[in-house]
């Protein structure tokens, strides 16, 4: 089972990711960390951090040589502004004048569509610094650097994933139209907004423009895939070892993302059930089914098929056109605190759900599958899919029959 977690404030000196669980001799690469952390900065309407912020990554534990020692991985990634902030962030007690002035000063306008009021009521603060820091988006540069540790893994089963972006506000990647597979990544990721439909992109680029130029923010909609799964990863037997509830869990724990949908999700609610599932057929002896409407699992397992996961992202909460709020030091009505922020970072969410996804699955392949080394998992798969009988053989999403 894994166990991960993760530490640090926006702008504190750095994030630290902790990854406990992952068996002995999986390859990580520091340049493919890096290359994802890249990935996670792109996107079209991104605000001015991602142009220095720098993720310096180093490794504190868990791999030697290039490989992961079973032992827990434990990674650091630095806040290039880090030196501007060493007062208003210092652990250490500040002198109360020093602080209250310049970026110290007390951020007592709660913004709305974010965890500042809430935060501060629950937590007893009389100012949204110490909220606002850890809720921060920047946190999830860590879970993208354990994803991509995770996603090693499981190319190492055969599994591969791919992000990409299916809606923007009102404009919407066409029904029916093609998904992008893991081969596809560098093409995604050259385009501004990783859409795979470039007249759809293009579309979503004057969109983004468009707000820009109102003062205002994008959400949109952003969809995993995952290539290779076996089927059986999950269970049917409890709530909370269904992979479907698993996966919403990770992607809903992402900041502003407010809904989840697995395959056809809330399309199949408008369809009769003669046309909502997924038929049975046979081919070359092989189970295979007619369509993939249930995006990859049935009673909370994995099916074999392309796994089909959508994560729906808000408009970033903080408006260039401050949204009304209360000064809570004064009582008095006020334009909402305006921290740096983006237009839209809908593209960027992708990639972190990539890495939730990766993370989920991997925990769900080493509990059905175990092993302290990768190559025992390797054989405990392999194990596995030769004992599934004739009869109730079938493929997996590559293609490949693994069964």
């Given at each position: ?81 880090w030196p501007k902030w060493q007062q208003v962030m210092s652990p250490e007690p500040v002198d109360a004048e020093a602080l209250g002035r310049g970026r110290g000063a007390p951020l007592t306008r709660p913004r709305p569509g974010h965890a500042d009021l809430v935060g501060m009521q629950k937590y007893g603060f009389d100012e949204a610094r110490p909220v606002l820091e850890r809720a921060s988006a920047r946190e999830t540069a860590a879970r993208v650097a354990l994803g991509a540790v995770a996603r090693s893994f499981l190319a190492e089963l055969g599994i591969r994933l791919v992000s990409h972006t299916v809606a923007i506000g009102p404009v919407q990647v ?230």
């Amino acid at each position: 089972m894994l166990r991960w977690l993760t530490a640090g404030e926006s702008h504190g000196p750095e994030l630290v990711a902790i990854l406990e669980g992952l068996p002995a001799g999986i390859p990580v690469s520091l340049d493919d960390i890096r290359a994802d952390l890249a990935r996670r900065k792109l996107g079209y309407g991104r605000g001015a951090r991602m142009k220095f912020e720098q993720d310096e990554l180093a490794v504190s534990g868990g791999v030697r040589h290039g490989l992961t020692l079973g032992s827990p991985v434990a990674l650091r990634i630095g806040n290039t502004e880090w030196p501007k902030w060493q007062q208003v962030m210092s652990p250490e007690p500040v002198d109360a004048e020093a602080l209250g002035r310049g970026r110290g000063a007390p951020l007592t306008r709660p913004r709305p569509g974010h965890a500042d009021l809430v935060g501060m009521q629950k937590y007893g603060f009389d100012e949204a610094r110490p909220v606002l820091e850890r809720a921060s988006a920047r946190e999830t540069a860590a879970r993208v650097a354990l994803g991509a540790v995770a996603r090693s893994f499981l190319a190492e089963l055969g599994i591969r994933l791919v992000s990409h972006t299916v809606a923007i506000g009102p404009v919407q990647v066409p029904e029916g139209s093609e998904l992008p597979m893991p081969s596809d990544v560098d093409r995604l990721d050259a385009d501004p907004l990783r859409c795979f439909d470039a007249a759809t992109s293009e579309r979503m680029v004057a969109e983004v423009d468009a707000a820009h130029k109102d003062g205002d923010t994008l959400g949109g909609v952003v969809e995993v895939l995952a290539y290779g799964l076996p089927p059986g990863l999950g269970s049917h037997v409890h709530w909370d070892r269904r992979l479907d509830a698993q996966l919403a869990a990770s992607l809903m724990g992402i900041q502003a993302i407010k809904g989840v949908e697995v395959g056809d999700g809330f399309e199949t609610t408008r369809r009769r059930g003669s046309a909502a599932h997924d038929e049975l057929h046979l081919a070359d002896g092989r189970i295979v089914r007619a369509s993939d409407r249930a995006g990859g699992t049935e009673g909370g397992m994995s099916t074999g098929t392309v796994l089909r996961v959508r994560a729906g992202m808000k408009p970033i909460a903080t408006v260039p056109h401050a949204l009304p709020t209360i000064d809570v030091a004064t009582g008095e009505p006020a334009p909402a605190h305006h921290q740096r922020s983006d237009v839209c970072a809908v593209p960027a969410a992708g990639v972190v759900a990539e890495a939730m996804v990766a993370l989920t699955l991997a925990n769900a392949v080493l509990e059905k599958f175990g092993g302290d080394s990768v190559g025992e998992t390797r054989r405990n798969l392999e194990g596995y899919l030769a004992a599934i009988p004739d009869a109730l053989a079938s493929e997996v999403a590559d293609g490949a029959v693994r069964a």
